[in-house]
């Protein structure tokens, strides 16, 4: 399985009001093992840059005026996210400013929203741990994952600390834990499963009021990423 943890850095948070893309930072995963191979580039948005987010990342228009534009790099990029999974904390909001790109360049260009398998760890994140923040400098202590070095954001860094609270959320597992991964040197035969004394555990059932807010929360999800992991689980066993 290919993955690509990915991440961007803007010169605001709009695209629709004409914000561009500023730094593309992308890690490569394979069978959730850190390759080293990376993709990351700056960009020259011919515009200028929101004091918020300067503040966030620090990347200067003069640092960036002679850096190539989006549609110098469309093409290594999307060679290099090809048929793979994309792996982005808040997801529409890369893909958003992805889709923008892109249609300046070709209007009649198919969004890579529409086409790219993509994972939204920020929705995970909620979903394993509702009520909570989530951000990703709250999942790095949450997880004990080392963000020492981020004193500013930067794609690459970001992708790079993504990729390990990825693997840390997901626990050595994929599919939201459904699936148990064999280790490759391993027969099925040599997996032992440890028995539970079943009748000493307490079972402590959800009240309607915690389910409906359960329920809430997962419409919530699906109206804003245009789907729900759990929710299609549960009609599929359902039916």
């Known amino acids: 399985m290919r993955q690509i943890i990915l991440d961007t850095e803007t010169t605001g948070l709009e695209p629709e009001k004409g914000h561009r893309i500023i ?108 009520g909570q923040r989530n951000n990703l400098d709250a999942l790095c202590k949450r997880y004990e994952v080392d963000n020492s070095t981020r004193t500013l954001h930067g794609a690459l860094l970001d992708a790079e600390i993504l990729a390990d609270v990825y693997l840390a959320m997901t626990g050595g597992q994929v599919d939201l834990g459904l699936c148990v991964q064999q280790a490759p040197d391993m027969e099925p035969e040599q997996i032992a499963v440890q028995d539970a004394d079943t009748a000493s555990l307490t079972v402590i059932h959800a009240t309607e009021d915690e389910l409906a807010l359960h329920e809430a929360r997962l419409d919530a999800i699906a109206e804003k990423s245009g789907h729900c992991k759990w929710q299609e689980m549960n009609k599929e066993i359902s039916a």
């Not at 390759?35 to 990351?40: I, M």
């Not at 020259?44 to 850096?67: M, S």
């Not at 300046?104 to 909620?126: F, G, K, N």
Request: net charge negative.
């Open 23 to 130: 730094e593309i930072g992308a890690v490569e995963l394979i069978d959730r093992q850190l390759t080293g191979n990376h993709f990351q580039c700056y960009l020259n948005p011919e515009r200028d840059i929101e004091e918020g987010a300067l503040e966030v990342h620090g990347i200067t228009q003069e640092f960036l005026k002679d850096k190539p534009l989006f549609a110098e790099i469309a093409r290594d990029f999307l060679d290099f996210v090809s048929d793979a999974e994309l792996v982005i904390h808040n997801a529409p909001f890369d893909l958003g400013f992805l889709d923008y790109e892109l249609s300046l360049m070709d209007r009649s260009s198919e969004p890579l929203s529409a086409t790219a398998r993509v994972l939204d760890t920020l929705e995970l994140a909620r979903d394993l741990h509702p």
